[in-house]
């Protein structure tokens, strides 16, 4: 199980880049050229603070699990 | 008090869930008058007030309510409990009550937008310290081996809050002519909350600091940093980051796609009558609730985990199905229509610029019961048709009201949604204080259900209402569900890291 909790370290550290890709290119950046200001705020949250604490929170949990933070003897 | 007594414990509750309930009482009011207040606060045809009541929605949910979390949770755990969730609880009483009070933008100009924003962001404050004070004051208080039944009491009090705003809007309305509440009848619910909070106020300034927290202190073993010892160290950030991706998260966005993306669903994509929708969403409410009860008091007997992850793998599998059968249940192409009943007609209407539009008004009966009525507006200048791409503008708005058997149907379906929302959400509570040492749990609970309810589930319908969009102009013929994508993919990665990395604790020895 400790192995398991580790390898899935590197698929949550992909999933966090993923998500940053798309938070940026799907979801942020095409906000701010639509010139609504619904858009506007809607973009600057997504990028501003959703993006942040995905890439920076679910990046720093798969590395504390890929170090074996979450093994069952800690 | 003793934390392992009973004795009192209903004072305990009583007192947290009703300040709990009128804070969650004071920020709905504000969603549900939103019409109103945009038209006394914001007026729409000014650019940078209509940016502001879009700041003024979003700001509050996203944004403020983490850092309410923060700044609360530190002083509860600086302070106490008990004085911080009373500051919590006066300060979302007075902005609201102020909220009431503000001059519209006909009389003071741009400063009432301004304070209506001010104010709404204090009350966001209010509410991301409110619950944690409130979790944590009923845990700390409930004996060991029951603390997710008596915590649960406090989960219910984020729907009773939405009740009674209804309730209490729906009261000032009836008893008021329309001018009149259009006028200054508005204002009584926010000045109602000043005398809720009065009373909340003195039920609680008589209560006993918790337990735990009282012993910790008289033993000089509060933290005098909580933020450094909460988020500046390895092994309790690891557990924050634990309940926000294994626990918040998910349950922030099963909270939100049942009980707000269903409601939503239902008015714009299923056309159902708004009052109708109310009131299913009310009958469906009122029969889930208790189980916000029952899902605390077992997860005491069987642990909190399976439950959670329970609710959350029903989410992921059942959305979409239930969705489904939501949108077929009142599909009129699936119904036959009564053409001998139906009616077009024909009028012309006064719009803004003084010219008139013409309206085509088109009422359908179906053999069920079911009634359409569609309303077409097509624009007109000097009297022809205003044309856009060559087109004739037009806008087409459908009502449906259904029967009462689509009803029961679709009360039963949001019924099992908000199932799923009580698995989730009735042990939360009790999983988050038994996550963290009492000395920095207000501050270390808080942050991870502020930032999955407010920013996970609080995107939700932002996000899902794009999709759907999306769907839409791809010519996805089940666009309607597309929406479903962001609750389901958020719900899955919470399910895997909540399966695989949470413990089933041993609650009956595990003390906080």
Known sequence: ?74 | MSATSTKGIWKVISASSMGTMIEWYDFYIFGSLAVVISTKFFPADNPTAAFLATLATFAVGFVVRPFGALFFGRLGDLIGRKYTFMVTLLLMGGATFLIGCIPSYETIGFMAPVLVLILRMLQGLALGGEYGGAATYVAEHAPVGQRGYWTSWIQTTATVGLFISLMVILATRSILTPEQFDLWGWRVPFWISIVMVGVSYLIRKNMDESPVFAKAKSEGNTSTNPLKESFGNRYNLKFVLLALFGATMGQGVVWYTGQFYAMSFMKTVMAIDSSQVDTLLGIALVMGTPFFIVFGWLSDKIGRKYIMMGGLLCAILLYRPIYKQMYETTNVNNKTEIVANTKIVPALKENSKQTMDSIYTTNKEYTDGTTLVEVKTVYLEDGTAVLVDGKPKMDTKTTININWDDKWALILLIFIQVIFVTMVYGPIAAFLVEMFPAKIRYTSMSLPYHVGNGIFGGLLPAISTYLVINGKDNGDPEFYLEGLWYPIIIAAVCFAVGMIYIKNKDLKNTHI
């Open chain 1, 1 to 74: 199980m400790n192995l398991l909790k580790r390898i899935l370290g590197l698929v949550w550290i992909a999933l966090a880049i993923a998500a940053a890709y798309f938070c940026i290119f799907t979801f942020g950046l095409p906000k701010f050229a639509s010139g609504k200001q619904d858009d506007l705020v809607f973009g600057i949250i997504i990028l501003f603070i959703l993006t942040p604490l995905i890439v920076l929170g679910l990046g720093t949990f798969g590395y504390y699990a890929l170090m074996g933070d979450y093994d069952d003897n800690k």
